[in-house]
């Protein structure tokens, strides 16, 4: 059977095609969806990039687990090693890649100025 070709519909440009209800108020759902959403702004999605760049450089570099040994260790040994590796990787994580999170955070952020992301904003209520 032969395909019946439609004229009469257009449709736009990348598949798009014109919404003709009056009752839908895109603009308005439009201004609510990027009130309540954080991913509008090229500077939150900057940010995030650049946290989960921090988290994988984290997991790729920082392993829980001392395992690359050049020598067999005694139990005790490597109970200690294994121990301070992780003391070591603690300290980390709660000092050093908290404070990387945070400086992205606040390097990323801080261009926003007025609204939810202002860094300057002193009164906790608004």
Excluded at 16 to 41: A, S
Excluded at 64 to 89: C, G, M, P, S, T
Aim: aromatic share 12%.
């Amino acid at each position: 059977m032969p395909q019946k070709k439609n004229k009469d519909k257009k449709v736009r440009n990348y598949g798009k095609i014109q919404i003709n209800n009056k009752k839908y108020k895109f603009n308005e759902r439009f201004e609510k969806f990027t009130f309540k959403t954080l991913y509008v702004n090229c500077e939150v999605v900057s940010a995030m990039i650049l946290i989960r760049k921090e988290c994988e450089y984290v997991i790729n570099n920082k392993p829980l687990y001392k395992l690359d040994f050049d020598k067999v260790w005694k139990i005790d040994e490597f109970r200690v090693i294994q121990h301070n590796h992780i003391a070591n990787i603690k300290k980390y994580l709660s000092v050093t890649w908290g404070r990387n999170i945070e400086n992205i955070i606040r390097e990323q952020i801080v261009s926003i100025g007025k609204g939810w992301f202002n860094m300057n904003e002193t009164i906790k209520e608004t």
